[in-house]
């Protein structure tokens, strides 16, 4: 366990209770942006891989089943809660997510610790997670209506990606 990851947990987690809670109480995701939560299932789902079959500790298995949960419930509740959807602003969550993908795994193609299959996906959520937050970013520009809420999940988000990536060049380099 390292300082960085701690804090970029607990970060991310804060920004993910700060969104529940903003989608619970107020019963909608204005503001938010339904492709950075598409792209951080891909994170989560290509990086955690390995969690049936290399167990690190409980807390590592702990928080991975919950980033992962958390990001499969907020975008359920942004697709198909039959309040919450009605708030979602398409026409402003514009941006092309899925031309994200194919660089960030190229990168990981030919930056990466060891050329196997998990090593490889494991890179590419990094990647993939430094770039999620555009669509966001995208969709706050376009909207210029930025609810304390949201301002203060995508600080949030943005602090613990930061933390995230000072653990991971860590150990890129280690």
């Known amino acids: 366990m390292n300082l960085f990851r701690l804090a970029g947990d607990m970060t991310h987690l804060l920004s993910i209770i700060v969104l529940l809670l903003k989608i619970r109480t107020m019963k909608s ?3 938010i942006s339904l492709k950075t939560q598409e792209l951080y299932i891909v994170v989560f789902a290509t990086r955690y891989l390995d969690l049936f079959t290399r167990h690190v500790s409980y807390y590592n298995t702990i928080m991975k089943l919950v980033f992962l949960g958390t990001s499969i419930a907020i975008v359920w509740y942004m697709r198909y809660h039959k309040v919450v959807k009605q708030t979602y602003n398409k026409d402003e969550d514009t941006f092309k997510h899925y031309f994200l993908i194919p660089p960030c795994f190229v990168l990981a193609l030919m930056v990466h610790r060891a050329f196997d299959v998990v090593e490889v996906l494991w890179s590419f959520s990094l990647y ?3 770039v999620a937050i555009l669509p966001q970013l ?5 909207s ?3 609810d304390n809420l949201t301002g203060n999940y995508v600080f949030l988000l943005g602090y613990a990606t930061l933390a995230d990536s000072s653990c991971y060049f860590q150990f890129f380099c280690s």
């Open 128 to 130: 993939l997670e430094a």
């Open 144 to 146: 210029r209506n930025i």
């Open 138 to 142: 995208v969709l706050l520009q376009r």
């Open 29 to 31: 995701c204005a503001g």
